[in-house]
């Protein structure tokens, strides 16, 4: 019993240690990822597919890779890039709302003061997700473009926006047939940090129950084992315990058991009554008790000095 509470004891610390532990681990994690600066810088990566572009990356606030498709309707793509918050400036925007560096999209095949679509699709995307664009020329710089939010199969958000050449949207400025386009897609700062918080917060929960359970069956098992092991010997011990008291009564007969008693009975008396005798004895002997007269005598007169008073 003092081996299983021990254990138990043991046990239960542990998992307050790692209670602990993980806890701080996910606060610290998801504060730093939330508040800290940016811990990894998403590289889009850029394939061409026909008339599409696709930008694999891996956004703020996630640990796996997303595509982002780039099509120009009622016209053609020339090129896509990425382009950091740095030389785009950050005056009058929070990059930390945007999950991902910002595009520079040219695109082309119209004519001077004509207009296209550009179409952005992802099933990163939400309902909530904006595009924002960046034009040095426009006051204010950062403007929120008038996109069309559709939602496709496969839980793909399609955003679409027109594009004016050489309007607020276009960077160049110029009529001259292409349209520079510098935007981003938008999502709410505090939306997906508070996500993550509750994400990993549960996530520690998750663990640490699926930890606890799997002690349990591990638990359940040894006690199992154990009890197998246990039971051959206590049936034997018991079946020790029930035979000897059988045998033994067997083994001695009443007639023997009364023999016995009587033998008892007749040594004790036997040895009571010469322990009585000889203190009888001892007693009425009037020669012992002269000798002890004698001898008090004879200390007195050794003890008894003149002087001593």
């Keep these: ?114 207009e296209l679509k550009l179409s952005l699709s992802s099933n990163y995307f939400t309902q909530a997700t904006e595009l924002w664009v960046f034009n040095r020329a426009a006051q204010p710089p950062w403007l929120a473009a008038p996109a069309e939010n559709i939602e496709r199969p496969n839980r793909v958000q399609e955003l679409v926006v027109a594009v004016k050449d050489g309007g607020p949207l276009d960077s160049d400025g110029t009529v001259n047939g292409e349209i520079v386009l510098v935007v981003g897609p938008r999502d709410s700062f505090w939306g997906y940090a508070l996500g993550t918080l509750l994400i990993r917060f549960f996530g520690v929960f998750l663990v ?31 079946r020790a315990v029930a035979e000897e008291p059988a045998e033994a009564l067997e083994a001695v007969e009443p007639e023997a058991a009364t023999a016995i008693g009587v033998a008892l009975h007749l040594h004790l008396a036997a040895l009571r009554a010469s322990a009585a005798l000889s203190l009888e004895a001892s007693d009425a002997s009037s020669w012992a008790r002269q000798g ?18």
Aim: hydrophobic letters at 40%.
């Design 1 to 114: 019993m003092k081996t299983e509470s021990s254990r138990a004891k043991h046990a239960v610390r542990t998992i307050r240690l790692m209670v602990v532990l993980l806890c701080g681990l996910a606060i610290a994690s998801a504060g730093w990822a939330a508040f800290g600066d940016d811990l990894e810088k998403p590289r889009p990566e850029f394939t061409r597919h026909e008339d599409r572009v696709a930008a694999k990356l891996i956004p703020r606030g996630k640990s796996t890779s997303v595509l982002i498709e780039f099509q120009a309707i009622g016209g053609r793509l020339l090129g896509i890039e990425g382009m950091g918050f740095d030389p785009a400036g950050q005056k009058g925007m929070d990059a930390k709302d945007f999950r991902s560096d910002l595009f520079a999209v040219t695109a082309g095949g119209i004519s001077p003061g004509g």
């Design 208 to 238: 640490l129950g699926v930890l606890q359970l799997g002690m349990l069956l591990a638990g359940q098992v040894f006690q199992a084992l154990d009890r197998r092991k246990e039971a051959p010997r206590t049936a034997a011990a018991r």
């Design 292 to 309: 002890r007269t004698q001898i008090m005598r004879d200390r007195l007169l050794t003890h008894d000095r003149p002087g001593r008073k």
